[in-house]
């Protein structure tokens, strides 16, 4: 059989909600208890990392399939260190960033409903700290794959990326509202990688 393993910073995936069945080691991560300040996504690189270069040094290994579930990005938009500003083209007050890096789900449903407005700049501003939480994860998931390579076991594990939703950051007028069908939602990305199998490159539209 398959070696199995997973880790996950979000408090409802873990074995206690379920999750845990067919997995050999479940590493539930908890940022909001530990103060982690990119919640939790370098603690589980190191996780799945260590568990990779722990299973290159076996004699007579199995297959296995491992799983990171990373919760970012997600509200509040506060992407660590130097992916806070790298996306911002048009500078907002540092005071009122530091406002919209701890806007969470109350402000987003004030402004679903009409009661909150964000400033054009505002707004690109806003979108920049999602595309720094973005660009943090493929940072984080980039060091998965180097650890992968370093093992010498790239070349033959199939490397799949998604995610569960999308978001609406204002399209429809509409913020993290995630009960809708558009576009924005549901057509998240679906990215694999297998050397020699899965030709690299390929786009598939639908």
Not at 19 to 44: H, K, L, T
Request: proline share 8%.
């Amino acid at each position: 059989g398959y070696e199995t393993f997973a880790v996950s910073t979000s408090s409802e995936i873990g074995p206690e909600a379920g999750f845990g069945q067919g997995i050999d080691s479940f590493i539930g991560i908890q940022p909001e208890q530990e103060g982690s300040p990119d919640d939790g996504a370098a603690a589980a690189e190191s996780a799945v990392a260590k568990w990779i270069e722990g299973r290159a040094v076996k004699d007579g290994k199995p297959p296995f399939f491992a799983c990171a579930l990373f919760t970012n990005p997600r509200l509040p938009f506060n992407p660590p260190g130097e992916y806070r500003d790298k996306f911002i083209e048009k500078q907002v007050p540092l005071p009122r960033l530091d406002q919209l890096t701890q806007f969470w789900l109350p402000f987003a449903r004030q402004f679903t409903l009409g009661a909150a407005a964000l400033s054009p700049d505002e707004m690109d501003a806003f979108v920049s700290l999602y595309d720094g939480e973005v660009a943090y994860a493929d940072y984080r998931l980039s060091r998965v794959i180097e650890t992968l390579q370093r093992t010498g076991l790239l070349n033959d594990t199939l490397v799949i990326v998604t995610s569960d939703a999308g978001d609406d950051l204002g399209d429809h007028g509409l913020m993290a509202d995630t009960s809708r069908l558009y576009d924005s939602i549901i057509r998240v990305p679906l990215v694999m990688s297998l050397p020699k199998r899965i030709q690299p490159g390929q786009r598939i539209a639908d």
